[in-house]
């Protein structure tokens, strides 16, 4: 497995009020959104990178306002061309 390893100083723990280890959880967990987001990881392996269920990060991006189901218009036709 690889490793990303991000520095950052105490004053982000500080501003944050957050554990070094929940700080670097939700970390992960924005990155994996971001990456969601764009289009680059699909919904499982996101959540399999903030080390969340599918279920947990559905509900999450969800209170976000990001769509869990992210298909274009003729992704959106094909799916109902093969419903």
Avoid at 27 to 52: I, N, P, T
Avoid at 55 to 66: A, C, D, N, S, T
Wanted: hydrophobic residues 40%; glycine residues 8%; charged residues 25%.
């Amino acid at each position: 497995m690889q490793m990303l390893s991000i520095p950052y100083s105490d004053d982000l723990l500080i501003s944050t009020g957050q554990s070094k280890e929940t700080l670097e959880q939700l970390l992960r967990f924005f990155l994996a959104v971001k990456l969601f987001e764009l289009g680059r990881l699909s919904l499982g392996k996101a959540a399999q990178l903030c080390e969340r269920s599918k279920l947990y990060f559905m509900e999450e991006i969800g209170r976000m306002g990001i769509p869990a189901i992210n298909l274009d218009d003729g992704q959106i036709e094909d799916e109902l061309r093969n419903a």
